[in-house]
């Protein structure tokens, strides 16, 4: 009996200790299971986000240094749906900036000597303390076909203008990418650029005499990306022509068309270049400007005619080793040739020797070359040198009493400038900086100016072109 009951309990102990081994690792695998399960749905979800983020930011109307030839379509999480509400949840971002400008000469009496003024940029601004403008943008992705954006600029004198405003149709293949609205035109390099993005306090001189500042258009914008390891860019513009070098002209059609090309590529491991070749046609009609006569009356005349402008830009970044150095080189220019043809109005108030028409042609060039160098995390120092060339206008007073002594605003001249910088950003939201600069933009003076400016931005910014 006693046999018996050991034996039982021998093969009870030899069977259950397997037995109990195995369930316990069928547990133990059961549990790694479900925690394999848990961590596939909770990476798939977080790739999702992901992916919408990512088609959110390809929507953008903004890229980064080389722009990704690809575009899809904005989905839901967990769904392979299109959105479907249109629920409003933009990106919002503002830009505050301010400046104090001590300047030797009267900023009322400023003028680019040679050069038909026009446009709101022409200038270094008031002295003193003066608010800068501030930006408010707004933009989001509007359904799988569109996004859009909109830029509004607050002025110191509380005016709302409109400085872009523009939707973009998302989606499309082959490298295209359309845009309609408002917009900065893509011809030229910081043109596309918005201030607060500028490496200096002011634009370049000739940026101020081509385009008044910076060109904007009212139309439509078609990019091409080509299918490359080197960036290709080509687009084309076609607007209504109202800002300046053109004017309002009240007339249906196209009143501009812009034609640029763009090129870039990588040199090494820290360097890299983009270069571009861009055209502007547009025309003016009664495009009015104040000049003065011979006898020293101030009188307004009026340009009629065709403008075309010619860019060549170029850009070279070195940056070693990445941003691990966090030292940066920058060197670009830009340089302009501008013709226009038509008739000169003189005098189209006859307060003077009477309203006269006259044959009128120009030829007209400037550029700039800057250079910033990162030399500390924070800080970066930067010099900009500007040069113009009014030429000299072909004005026949043959038929007339008039001579070129009546048009003193267009006497020929060489404008230059010198501007030097350093600044300080604490972080990628703030800046603060320090501008010198010697001003000969006319003959007869020479202005001193000194600039503190800083630059604030609450949200995030959007990507600027490389």
Known sequence: MKKRTLMATAIAVVLGTPLHSLAAEEASLAQIRAEIKQMKESYEARIQALEQRLQVAEARPATGQKPANMATTPVSAGSSAPIAANAFNPEISLILGGTYANLSQDPAKYRLQGFIPGGDGIGPGKRSFNLGESELRLSATIDPHFAGRIMLALSPDNQVSVEEAYINRTGLSGGLKLKAGRFLSAIGYINEQHPHYWDFVDAPLVYQAMFGGQYRADGVQIKWLAPSERFIEFGFEAGQGSAFPGNDRNKNGVGSAALFAHLGDDIGEGG??????????????????????????????????????????????????GNATHTHFKLQGEYFWRKESGTLTYDTQAQSLGTTALPFASAQSGGYV???????????????????????????????????????HLASYRPSRTSVMLDYSPSEFSRLRLQLAQDKSRPEATDKQIFMQYIMSLGTDGAHIF
Do not use: C
Request: net charge negative; hydrophobic share 30%; proline share 3%.
């Open 272 to 321: 890299s270049w983009r270069s571009g070749i861009s055209y502007l046609q547009t025309n003016a009609v009664s495009r009015t400007y104040n000049d003065w006569d011979q006898s020293g009356r101030e009188v307004t005349n009026a340009f009629d005619g065709k403008s075309g402008v010619m860019i060549v830009d170029g850009v070279y970044k070195w940056s070693p080793y």
């Open 370 to 408: 800057q250079s910033v160098y990162q030399f500390m995390p924070e800080w970066r120092a930067g010099l900009r040198y500007d040069s113009l060339h009014s030429g000299t206008p072909s004005i026949n007073t043959d038929s007339s009493a008039l001579t070129g002594a009546d048009f003193q």
